[in-house]
Protein backbone atom coordinates (compact mmCIF):
# COMPACT_ATOMS: atom_id res chain seq x y z
CA UNK A 1 0.00 0.00 0.00
CA UNK A 2 2.89 2.47 0.86
CA UNK A 3 5.04 1.75 -2.39
CA UNK A 4 1.67 2.50 -4.75
CA UNK A 5 1.17 5.94 -2.58
CA UNK A 6 4.78 6.84 -3.23
CA UNK A 7 4.60 5.94 -6.90
CA UNK A 8 1.43 7.81 -6.99
CA UNK A 9 2.81 10.92 -5.26
CA UNK A 10 6.01 10.40 -7.44
CA UNK A 11 3.86 9.91 -10.77
CA UNK A 12 1.85 12.89 -9.77
CA UNK A 13 5.23 15.47 -9.42
CA UNK A 14 6.71 14.25 -13.18
CA UNK A 15 3.41 14.76 -14.64
CA UNK A 16 3.47 18.37 -12.98
CA UNK A 17 7.32 19.13 -13.61
CA UNK A 18 6.96 18.02 -17.22
CA UNK A 19 3.62 20.20 -18.13
CA UNK A 20 4.93 23.27 -16.13
CA UNK A 21 8.67 23.16 -16.31
CA UNK A 22 9.07 26.47 -14.80
CA UNK A 23 7.81 25.46 -11.60
CA UNK A 24 11.59 23.92 -11.07
CA UNK A 25 12.98 27.48 -11.35
CA UNK A 26 10.32 30.51 -11.24
CA UNK A 27 11.32 32.72 -8.41
CA UNK A 28 13.58 30.31 -6.66
CA UNK A 29 15.63 31.75 -4.23
CA UNK A 30 19.28 32.29 -6.03
CA UNK A 31 18.09 31.22 -9.48
CA UNK A 32 16.93 34.52 -10.78
CA UNK A 33 15.75 34.07 -14.48
CA UNK A 34 14.34 36.09 -17.29
CA UNK A 35 15.52 39.84 -18.24
CA UNK A 36 14.96 43.05 -16.48
CA UNK A 37 12.49 45.54 -17.71
CA UNK A 38 15.13 48.26 -17.16
CA UNK A 39 18.06 47.72 -19.11
CA UNK A 40 21.72 49.22 -18.90
CA UNK A 41 21.64 52.49 -20.38
CA UNK A 42 17.48 53.54 -19.37
CA UNK A 43 16.40 55.91 -16.61
CA UNK A 44 16.43 53.70 -13.59
CA UNK A 45 12.76 53.57 -11.62
CA UNK A 46 13.53 55.75 -8.40
CA UNK A 47 10.21 55.40 -6.86
CA UNK A 48 10.74 55.16 -3.06
CA UNK A 49 11.63 57.70 -0.68
CA UNK A 50 15.30 55.94 -0.42
CA UNK A 51 15.82 56.18 -3.50
CA UNK A 52 15.07 59.33 -4.37
CA UNK A 53 17.05 60.51 -1.39
CA UNK A 54 19.96 58.98 -2.85
CA UNK A 55 19.71 60.50 -5.92
CA UNK A 56 18.56 63.73 -4.85
CA UNK A 57 21.99 63.56 -2.95
CA UNK A 58 23.67 63.12 -6.11
CA UNK A 59 24.88 60.03 -5.13
CA UNK A 60 25.42 56.96 -7.50
CA UNK A 61 22.93 54.35 -6.15
CA UNK A 62 23.95 50.38 -5.62
CA UNK A 63 20.57 48.64 -5.39
CA UNK A 64 20.07 45.13 -4.57
CA UNK A 65 16.76 43.47 -4.63
CA UNK A 66 17.43 40.26 -2.65
CA UNK A 67 16.42 38.47 1.44
CA UNK A 68 19.93 37.72 2.38
CA UNK A 69 17.95 36.65 5.81
CA UNK A 70 16.56 33.35 3.50
CA UNK A 71 18.81 32.78 0.57
CA UNK A 72 22.50 31.53 0.93
CA UNK A 73 23.29 33.70 -2.68
CA UNK A 74 21.91 36.99 -1.54
CA UNK A 75 23.58 36.38 1.98
CA UNK A 76 26.61 35.73 0.05
CA UNK A 77 26.55 38.75 -2.23
CA UNK A 78 25.38 41.14 0.61
CA UNK A 79 28.47 39.67 2.16
CA UNK A 80 30.81 41.03 -0.83
CA UNK A 81 28.85 44.26 -1.05
CA UNK A 82 29.72 45.00 2.82
CA UNK A 83 33.36 44.38 2.12
CA UNK A 84 33.60 46.74 -0.30
CA UNK A 85 31.02 49.56 0.73
CA UNK A 86 33.10 51.28 2.99
CA UNK A 87 35.71 52.15 0.36
CA UNK A 88 32.86 53.82 -1.51
CA UNK A 89 30.17 55.35 0.34
CA UNK A 90 30.67 58.71 -0.19
CA UNK A 91 29.71 58.69 -3.75
CA UNK A 92 27.45 55.39 -3.36
CA UNK A 93 24.32 55.09 -1.51
CA UNK A 94 23.30 51.38 -1.26
CA UNK A 95 19.72 50.18 -1.01
CA UNK A 96 18.37 46.83 -0.65
CA UNK A 97 14.80 45.74 -1.64
CA UNK A 98 13.18 42.79 -0.17
CA UNK A 99 10.71 42.00 -2.39
CA UNK A 100 9.81 38.47 -2.13
CA UNK A 101 7.79 36.46 -0.08
CA UNK A 102 9.66 34.22 2.39
CA UNK A 103 7.94 31.99 5.37
CA UNK A 104 6.22 33.96 8.04
CA UNK A 105 6.84 37.44 6.37
CA UNK A 106 5.30 39.28 3.64
CA UNK A 107 7.72 42.35 1.70
CA UNK A 108 6.20 45.83 1.78
CA UNK A 109 3.82 46.44 -1.01
CA UNK A 110 6.50 49.20 -1.95
CA UNK A 111 9.02 46.73 -2.34
CA UNK A 112 6.76 44.53 -4.49
CA UNK A 113 5.87 47.42 -6.99
CA UNK A 114 9.38 48.41 -7.37
CA UNK A 115 10.41 44.77 -7.70
CA UNK A 116 7.69 44.29 -10.74
CA UNK A 117 8.61 48.13 -12.24
CA UNK A 118 12.07 46.48 -12.45
CA UNK A 119 11.00 42.94 -13.99
CA UNK A 120 12.73 40.69 -11.44
CA UNK A 121 12.33 36.88 -11.19
CA UNK A 122 14.33 35.24 -8.12
CA UNK A 123 17.08 36.91 -6.35
CA UNK A 124 19.67 38.41 -6.45
CA UNK A 125 19.46 41.10 -8.53
CA UNK A 126 21.94 43.94 -8.60
CA UNK A 127 21.61 47.42 -10.34
CA UNK A 128 24.32 50.09 -10.44
CA UNK A 129 23.11 53.09 -11.43
CA UNK A 130 24.59 56.78 -11.90
CA UNK A 131 24.64 59.86 -9.92
CA UNK A 132 22.25 61.29 -12.87
CA UNK A 133 20.29 58.11 -12.31
CA UNK A 134 20.96 55.89 -15.35
CA UNK A 135 21.68 51.86 -15.13
CA UNK A 136 25.17 51.59 -16.01
CA UNK A 137 25.30 47.32 -14.73
CA UNK A 138 23.20 44.86 -13.75
CA UNK A 139 24.30 41.66 -12.05
CA UNK A 140 22.05 38.49 -11.91
CA UNK A 141 22.52 35.97 -9.40
CA UNK A 142 25.78 35.43 -6.83
CA UNK A 143 28.18 38.77 -7.41
CA UNK A 144 31.96 38.16 -6.65
CA UNK A 145 33.30 40.57 -4.94
CA UNK A 146 36.26 40.93 -7.89
CA UNK A 147 33.57 41.86 -10.17
CA UNK A 148 31.59 44.19 -7.71
CA UNK A 149 34.67 45.70 -7.20
CA UNK A 150 35.46 46.75 -11.08
CA UNK A 151 32.05 47.60 -12.06
CA UNK A 152 32.05 50.35 -9.28
CA UNK A 153 34.76 51.53 -10.14
CA UNK A 154 33.82 52.15 -13.99
CA UNK A 155 30.68 53.51 -11.95
CA UNK A 156 32.44 55.97 -10.23
CA UNK A 157 35.53 56.43 -12.30
CA UNK A 158 37.60 55.63 -9.80
CA UNK A 159 41.01 54.34 -9.22
CA UNK A 160 41.76 50.72 -7.79
CA UNK A 161 43.88 51.50 -4.86
CA UNK A 162 40.90 53.95 -3.54
Given at each position: ???????????????????????????????????????V????????????????A??????????P??C????????????V?P?Y????????????????????D?????????????????F?????????????????????????N?????????
Open positions: MRAALWRGALASLAIALLLCPQLLWAGVKGTPEGKARIRGERAVLETEELREAHGGKAILLMFGNWHLYCERTWFNIRELREKDLAFVMVAAQRVKFWEPPENVRLAKRYGIIGEPWILIDKNGIVRHIFVGFTEKGKLEAALTLLDARVDR
